[in-house]
């Protein structure tokens, strides 16, 4: 069930921002008498809120006041849509404008188009926009504006990509064939200096040589490792180019795509409630026979299902200790059946933090099992597997709260702990809890139940899209990302222990 609280909490940052923009002797226009409360609200909106808007720039901040140096409340990406007050006052190159449900946030004409109806707005074809005459500049001709697609709401918020080779090149925009192959003789140009001379090879990326003409369409190279993010293909002299978030072109053929672990946590209820086991590796169910001094014998049971990794033991009971060492007990049509404790894990309740509000919904990570549960005040609600900090780069532990939520962010160095030598574009559903550890989903590996990362906490797609959307502080329709540091937005709080 979705609180009321964090709304509440938009409603009173507005209500408090007076400073700039809405003043306490700004009393609204009255509304006519016999609205339904659905009426009432859109009419609230047209009346606050008069204008819309469409974001045109990659990235703009919601501030909680009409100021450069205000918090940052919120974050909006291309193609988003709002609700917008615009104003008088003037701010770095553009003007400032009261953006629903709070905050302000400063613009020039070209990063956000603004009218009195919905801005017209044209998707791209299936393979962009580049025939002759291109659709951008039809649309531009008839007063639209041409947006790639933004963030969907399935399990990953944009396709993602592998870079499988070294020194792939990224270019500003598509390329010609003869910008392609001269992209390709920098690229071996670069890779033969590197093998006898490093120095050399990253000052010819620094510009000591520009390298072949028709190389100033290039951006940058990829290096192996790297990923990028992706709203669609196109396509241009028989090649297919993958459109990064960022609005560069990488030929398909140098990537391979990913789309993550179809694992899956559990809602929990009444009737399927904590503890929660799931089996940490493949293994096969053991029988016991006592034995005449009164120790068990254990044997695989080979007629038993294999259990396989990340499954759910839906027949486990308890632990037990049985001659000195610990079991998973399972009932099944057989029997009692045995796990060694190492073979599962378990996701267990723990005690409500009293910082915790009634309603809050929050979550506890047990580092010991690679569990998370997503609680709603006293209640569990979820749970699922995750994967936190290898030894040398440990996730703390203790009560924190989420800062800073954002559908997707860039990150670097958050994978194996042994390779820190690339870079993921739009990390999804990243939600920090405390400095850069953050709750994410990671679609580079499925080893959920296991340390894997630099700290941070590793969900599957799918989960970190669910607790996302659960956690405060809640997202306003349309807007990229949200923050409760230096705000009046609440946010849920994270309990990580041992």
Not at 109 to 118: A, K, Q, S, Y
Request: glycine share 8%; with cysteine.
């Amino acid at each position: 069930m979705r609180s009321w609280l964090p709304a509440l909490a938009l409603l009173l940052a507005f209500a408090c921002s007076d400073e700039e923009g809405a003043t306490a002797a700004d009393a609204p226009a009255p509304l006519p008498e016999g609205l339904s409360a659905e009426e009432r609200a859109a009419a609230e909106l047209d009346r606050d809120f008069p204008a819309h808007g469409v974001v045109t720039a990659l990235q703009l901040r919601v501030l909680t006041a009409a100021r450069a140096e205000a918090p940052v409340q919120g974050w909006l990406r291309t193609g988003a849509r709002v609700r917008l007050a615009p104003t008088e006052d003037a701010c770095a190159g553009g003007r400032w404008h009261r953006v629903h449900p709070a905050g302000f946030l400063c613009a020039k004409d070209d990063e956000i188009r603004v009218g009195e109806t919905p801005p017209e707005v044209e998707e791209p074809t299936e393979y962009g926009w580049h025939d002759t005459p291109t659709q951008a500049e039809q649309a531009a001709a008839r007063g639209a504006v041409v947006l790639p697609p933004g963030p969907s709401d399935a399990p990953l918020p944009y396709a993602y990509f592998f870079v499988k080779e070294r020194a792939v090149p990224e270019y500003h925009r598509l390329p010609s064939r003869n910008e392609q192959r001269a992209a390709g003789a920098k690229s071996e140009r670069y890779l033969s200096l590197l093998e006898s001379d490093e120095r050399r090879a990253r000052a010819y990326l620094e510009g000591a040589d520009d390298g072949p003409p028709g190389t100033a369409v290039m951006h940058r190279f990829l290096n192996r490792g790297f990923y990028v993010a992706s709203t669609g293909t196109e396509l241009r002299a028989r090649r297919r180019f993958v459109r990064s978030t960022q609005g560069r072109y990488v030929k398909e053929a140098r990537l391979e795509q990913r789309s993550g672990s179809s694992f899956r946590g559990v809602e929990l209820d009444a009737e399927l409630s904590l503890p929660i086991a799931w089996a940490l590796r493949p293994a096969t169910l053991l029988a016991a026979e006592e034995r005449e001094d009164g120790t068990a014998r254990f044997t695989a049971d080979e007629e038993l299902p294999r259990v396989e990794r990340q499954e759910r033991l839906t027949g486990w009971t308890e632990t037990r200790n049985i001659g000195g060492a610990i079991y998973h007990v399972l009932e099944t049509e057989a029997g009692e059946r045995y796990l060694r404790s190492w073979w599962a894990t378990l996701a267990e309740s723990v005690d409500t933090p009293e910082e915790v509000r009634d309603d809050e919904p929050w979550v506890h990570i047990d580092l010991s099992a690679q569990t998370l549960v997503l609680y709603e005040g006293a209640w569990p609600i979820y749970a699922t597997l995750v994967s936190t900090g290898t030894e040398g780069f440990e996730t703390p532990t203790g009560l924190f709260e989420i800062r800073r939520k954002h559908v997707t962010d860039t990150m670097s160095n958050i994978g194996d702990g042994a390779d820190d030598a690339y870079r993921i574009e739009d990390v999804p559903w990243t939600q920090y809890f405390e400095g850069s550890f953050a709750l994410h989903a990671a679609f580079w590996h499925g080893r959920f139940g296991t340390s894997r990362s630099h700290g941070c906490v590793n969900l599957a797609p799918a989960d970190a899209h669910h607790v996302f959307q659960r956690t405060w502080p809640e997202l306003p329709e349309g807007w990229h990302g949200a923050a409760s540091e230096d705000t009046d937005l609440p946010g849920s709080h994270v309990l990580v222990t041992e």
